[in-house]
């Protein structure tokens, strides 16, 4: 059977690698290529790969989240993640939203076609370098340290992704299908939460704990 891939990373340059790694192998095939979480739920829905390799931090909806999203809508598709994140926070928050697979960007390279593999066949996979080990099981997963962004439901944490990144109130609404006016509301609300009192602190916040890519 050839695993369907499909590569999803704000960088052509970074989906163009992987391609070409995955690609030399006979039992794998890169079905498609994406540059944002958006554009991967999209096409994962789509086209249906057995394996989403995808980074975390990209704009407009990063990489746990659409790990998340697909997780729920296409439940027999694996995820793997690619990070250059190395905290035990960004790696629950991946495992929590579904994916299970965690590579460094950095040993990526070397590494993506074990990982594919492994988590084919279902089980876990974290790289060389990474805190955890590939053997561990699932409920050790619970004892990892929680994120404060489990306080915030779903759409407050993309609303928090498009405010950060600069958009408007207005262009959030037409990208989230939703009124000016509920924009505000979960903005406000998710500082609330978050105890954050103004934009500045929230991007860094944003930055910190990689919702969105550092300009």
Do not use: W
Not at 24 to 41: L, T
Not at 122 to 131: A, D, E, N, Q
Not at 149 to 164: M, N, P, T
Request: glycine fraction near 6%.
């Amino acid at each position: 059977m050839v695993i369907k891939v499909l590569i999803v990373d704000d960088h052509a340059v970074v989906r163009d690698g992987l391609t070409m790694i995955l690609e030399s192998q006979s039992d794998i095939a890169v079905i498609g290529q994406a540059g944002d979480g958006r554009e991967a739920i999209a096409m994962a829905e789509a086209l249906k790969p057995n394996v989403v390799v995808m980074d975390i931090t990209m704009p407009e909806l990063n990489g746990i989240e659409a790990a998340r999203l697909i997780s729920r809508e296409q439940p027999a598709t694996r995820i793997v993640i690619l990070s250059m994140h190395d905290t035990l926070e960004h790696i629950y928050r991946a495992l929590q939203a579904g994916a299970r697979g965690y590579l460094l960007k950095e040993s990526a390279g070397a590494e993506v076609t074990d990982a594919v593999r492994t988590v084919m066949r279902g089980h876990r996979y974290f790289g060389r370098g990474s805190r955890l080990p590939s053997d561990m099981h699932h409920s050790a997963c619970a004892d990892l340290p929680r994120s404060p962004l489990d306080s915030l439901s779903q759409r407050e944490r993309e609303v928090l992704q498009l405010v950060v990144e600069g958009k408007k109130s207005s262009e959030i609404a037409e990208i989230l299908s939703l009124s000016p006016k509920s924009i505000e509301t979960y903005r406000s609300r998710l500082m609330v939460k978050l105890g954050i009192t103004n934009i500045p602190s929230l991007v860094k916040f944003a930055l910190l704990h990689g919702v969105t890519p550092a300009k």
